[in-house]
């Protein structure tokens, strides 16, 4: 079994734009996280925004996740840019969180201050669980925990290279679905704006490159997941588990089905 990097190890490695790929959760379950936390990820990343759990069940998925044999850190998207949920997100053990309807630099620079302690933010001190995996000291913590800005709307890609340029943002996350719907999409899978995503993605990518920060992309599968790497993001999440239970299920049904229609 792989072993995977320590929560320092993947944010030096994020910051230092090397390539990652991690898969995306939705479900309050924590024996799902920890068999998929062993598949090779680098990083599981659970959906307080959308997801189906509470607090109680975020923290139980990144105690899942921490479990011997994997090769995952936890990250998290929050329900909003706030204090308070970037701080329980972070005291509860994530590595990394994803902050979601960034519009401009001070929507970025607002995130960032949530995530750092005085004098560098406006963190409050009471890391909890969190202090067992990265230490107590606020250095240590600002040295180890990451945060990412999701790029999803209209202004955030108007703004997308001043945002870029914020000051202690680890990196950027496209949400594609509101990407699209934010590009005048009829829904979040609409062809018809496809060549403006894709100049918005190049725009994007091209901006944390500019900036030397992290570039990170939501995906489908993982064959979509490898194009954008390949196009210049540096991570990638496959997502996600609530959609691949589904699909595995419909596919394992269709090959039952069809065996019975043979004989």
Not at 15 to 44: F, N
Not at 172 to 188: E, M, N, Q
Not at 189 to 211: C, H
């Amino acid at each position: 079994m792989a072993t995977g990097r320590t929560p320092a190890e993947f944010t030096t490695a994020l910051r230092a734009r090397e390539q990652l790929v991690g898969y995306w959760s939705l479900l309050d379950s924590p024996i799902a996280a920890e068999r998929l936390a062993r598949v090779g990820y680098d990083y599981l990343a659970f959906d307080a925004q959308h997801g189906l759990f509470g607090y109680q069940g975020m923290l139980n998925n990144l105690l899942a996740t921490d479990t011997k044999g994997s090769t995952a850190v936890g990250m998290v998207r929050v329900e909003a840019n706030d204090l308070t949920y970037i701080g329980k997100a972070l005291d509860a053990g994530a590595t990394a969180v994803i902050v979601p309807l960034i519009d401009n630099a001070q929507d970025a620079a607002d995130a960032v201050a949530a995530v750092r302690y005085p004098p560098l933010g406006r963190r409050s001190y009471g890391p909890m669980r969190a202090q067992l995996r990265v230490g107590p000291h606020p250095a240590d913590t600002h040295a180890q925990t990451a945060v990412l800005a999701m790029i999803e709307t209209a202004d955030g890609l108007a703004n997308v290279e001043a945002i870029c340029a914020t000051d202690g943002l680890d990196g950027i996350y496209v949400g594609p679905s509101d990407l699209r719907l934010a590009l005048g999409a009829a829904t979040s899978t609409d062809p018809s704006v496809q060549q403006e995503f894709e100049q918005a993605l190049t725009r994007i990518s091209k901006a944390a490159e500019a900036a030397g920060i992290a570039a990170g992309i939501h995906n489908a599968d993982g064959a979509s997941a490898a194009r954008r790497l390949a196009e210049g993001f540096t991570f990638a999440t496959v997502a996600c588990d609530l959609i691949h239970l589904e699909q595995a299920a419909a596919g394992h049904l269709t090959a039952a089905r069809q065996a019975g229609e043979v004989r």
